[in-house]
Each structure stands twice: as C-alpha cells, then as structure tokens.
C-alpha cells in the first residue's frame, strides 16, 4: 500500500488549520446564524467554541494514538465497529463537500456581489481551479495556504480595529431575550465554523512527529479563532444589527462588507473584499485536501473503489479529483443557506462518533479527562437535531444509504472471495 510522506510540521498544521477554519464560518455563517439568534449570535459562537474544544481535544488524543490518514472514519473502525467508522467517513465526505461547496459559493458572492448564474458559475470553476492546485500535493498547496491566511488575518483584524470605535450598544438590545431553540440552532450553525481544526487530524499520515504536532496545532488554532470570531461578531453586530446581518448574508452570501462600510475606516471594505476571497479559498483548499485523504483511506479499506486509493509521489490525485467533481456539482446549488445546513447536522454527527472514539481509548493513550469526550458528545448529538427536520431528515437518510452501499460492497466482496 502506498504511503504518504510526513512533510508537514507544527508551523504547517497550525496554519492549515487556521486556512480551515477561518473562512466561510466567519465571513458567510455569522450572518445565518445572526438572522437566526439576533444579537445573541455572539453567545452562540462562544458556545460553539467551548463544544468544538470538546471535540478538538478528542480528535487532538486520537490522532495522536492513531497517526493515519482518514481521521474519524479510521477512529471509528480501531475502535468501534466498522459500521460506525463507514458512517464517520461517509458523513464527513457529505459534510465537508457541502461545505467547500458554500465556501466556492461564498468567495463568488463576494467577488460578483449578485446571486444569479454568474455566482453559481464563478463558484464551480474556483473549485476546479482549487483541485488541479491540490492534486500537484500537500507542499505546493501549503505554501499557497500560507499566503492565504496571512491576507485573511491581517482582514480581519483591521475590521475589527476599525469597527470597534462605531459600536453602536442599542444593537445588543434584547440580548438575552432569544429564544433556547434559536440560540441553539444558531450555534449548531457556527459550530461548523470551527471544525477546520479536524483537517490536520485527516492528515495525520503527512505531519512529522504526530504524537506531539497535532495535539499542540489543534490547540493553538482553536484558542486563535475563538478569539477572533468572538471579536467580529461583536463588531458586526454593533455595526449594523443582527437583523440587517442575516439580510444581507441571504442575499449576496457577503455581509462583512456591509460591515466595513459602517466602520471608521469605510474603505477597508476592499480589504474585507479581498481576505474573503482568500478566505474562502483557504477553506476550500484545505477542504479539498482533507476530503481527498478520507477518500483514500475509505479507497484502502473497500468502501469506496479501489483506484482512488493510488498515489503519485505525494498526493493521492484520483481521490482529489474525485472529491472535486462532488464540490464543483453541489455548487450548481447555489444557495449557501442549504449547504450550509446540510453541512452543520452531518458534521456534528461526525464528531458524536470521534468522541465516541475518544471514549474507547486505551488509558495508555489517553491525555485529557474522559469528561471531555463525554461532553462533546452529548452537545453533538444535542446540537444536531436543532436544525431544520428537512435537514436532519436528509441526513438520516443519506446515513441509511450509504450503510446500504458498504453492506452490498461487503456482499460483492464476500462473493467474489467464493468459499474457503
């Protein structure tokens, strides 16, 4: 079996994870959830940060145990039961395709402004452009990722340098009047946000000395983004309202540029233009290099076919491509709101089974306290159910479809195999 090279270090991880995270999330989510909690988004993305530390530590302890490429989907198979690990992989490959489908959707809305055929357009030819970058492998894609972040963070914190000083507090009014179903729907939503940290346990098989690199690059992503979420979603809100907010984020998917316009400083909207746009071309390349590398670990083990498990010197190129005709389809969607949902139920269904996972360590590869896992999972599972039952219900369903296609894989198998 062909193995990747370990070329990435701790410097590389964390801004892998930071080129993950930082993107649609706070540039297109915070306006969803925003319409949807009012001004108590900013409480909801503080309490998506305390879930998703839950889960980072979980997959931080388990990537460590487990260096391997796949994440969750190879979690789930060493630990559980390989019908677990099949439905981690599976929600992972919908999730994160939906994912990076709203991020290609996002940078266009940013770039266009409309919400016509030409965003839809953009979006699609931005991922295919994304994939032939990754499918030349993980050192070309992480000096681009490089570049990515730093424009993005320099964004992000001059918005909020500028925004601070026009804050306006009647925005905050009725803070605490949100209802519990509202304030929990909304940090489902940015709970997604967050969960960029788990592409550098996906590609736990290319990072040099995983024992201590991963842990550590998931730590420190997590407190950096928390950190700046918080800061611009009270920017944005003190700005112009949570209400104006999710208005504008349905409408063109790019509200931080309503934002920057209302700022002292109103032509950092151009930089706000721009690091979206990088932003989101983080999120999708890292996307698109996680998805790729549990698509070759589910190609190793049969569950998906066995071509897209090749290799060619440092990158798995059919499993890229592979995932980049899902991404680029899913765009033709067009609507952020709906991949974005769909996106936040199967991803939390995904870290139910990593903390799952977690709980099922051995004590010699334990490094946090079981409560942490245990944590974790009850606000996953408690979490996914608070988005829309259409959502939910879809979710179900493709779950029940794709144990259907690992059990007539298994079947197939079983029967070419013939009797002992």
């Known amino acids: 079996m062909s193995q990747l090279a370990r070329v990435v270090g701790l410097p590389g991880a964390v801004l892998m994870g930071l080129g993950s995270i930082v993107g649609t999330g706070v540039f297109v989510s915070l306006g969803l959830a925003a319409g949807i909690a009012g001004p108590a988004v900013v409480v909801a993305v503080a309490l998506a940060a305390l879930v998703a530390t839950c889960n980072g530590l979980s997959s931080a302890q388990l990537a460590a145990a487990y260096p391997v490429s796949g994440g969750t989907y190879e979690y789930g198979y060493r630990t559980l039961h390989p019908a677990l690990g099949f439905t981690a992989g599976w929600m992972f490959l919908c999730a994160k395709s939906a994912s990076a489908a709203t991020a290609a959707l996002g940078l266009a809305g ?65 803070l605490g009047d949100v209802a519990p179903r509202d304030l929990l729907h909304a940090t489902a939503l940015m709970f997604v946000a967050f969960t960029g940290y788990g592409r550098i346990a996906t590609l736990g098989e290319e990072v040099r000395d995983p024992a201590r690199t991963i842990p550590r690059a998931i730590i420190v992503t997590l407190v950096v983004t928390a950190l700046l979420y918080i800061a611009v979603a009270a920017v944005a809100v003190g700005l112009i309202g949570a209400a104006r907010l999710g208005e504008i984020t349905r409408a063109t998917a790019a509200p931080l540029e309503a934002v920057a316009l209302r700022s002292a400083v109103p032509d950092v909207r151009w930089l706000i233009a721009v690091g979206a746009i990088t932003a989101m071309l983080g999120v999708l390349l890292n996307l698109v ?11 190793r083990r049969g569950d998906l076919p066995g071509g897209l498990a090749a290799v060619s010197g440092d990158s798995p190129r059919r499993a890229v491509l592979f995932v980049g ?22 991803v939390l269904v995904y870290y139910a089974i990593t903390n799952l996972a977690a709980l099922r360590l051995p004590p010699e590869h334990r490094r946090f306290p079981r409560a942490v896992a245990v944590a974790g999972l009850g606000s996953c599972l408690g979490l996914a159910f608070w988005v829309e039952p259409r959502i939910w219900l879809t979710g179900g369903a493709l779950i029940a479809a794709g144990l259907l296609w690992q059990a007539a894989i298994s079947r197939s198998r079983r029967g070419t195999a013939g009797p002992r």
Request: aromatic share 6%.
């Open 110 to 174: 940013y770039a266009l402004g409309d919400d016509g055929a030409a965003r839809t357009a953009l979006a699609a030819g931005t991922v295919v452009a994304v994939t032939l970058l990754v499918a030349g492998g993980v050192r070309r894609s992480n000096a681009v990722n490089a570049v990515i972040v730093s424009i993005t963070l320099a964004a992000l914190v001059a918005l909020v340098a500028a925004g601070l000083p026009e804050i306006d507090r009647a925005n905050f009014a009725g």
């Open 325 to 346: 005709l899902g991404i680029a389809a899913l765009t033709l969607i067009g609507s952020v709101e709906a991949t974005w949902s769909f996106s936040a139920f199967t």
């Open 289 to 299: 290099l996680g998805l790729s590398r549990v698509a070759l670990a589910m190609a």
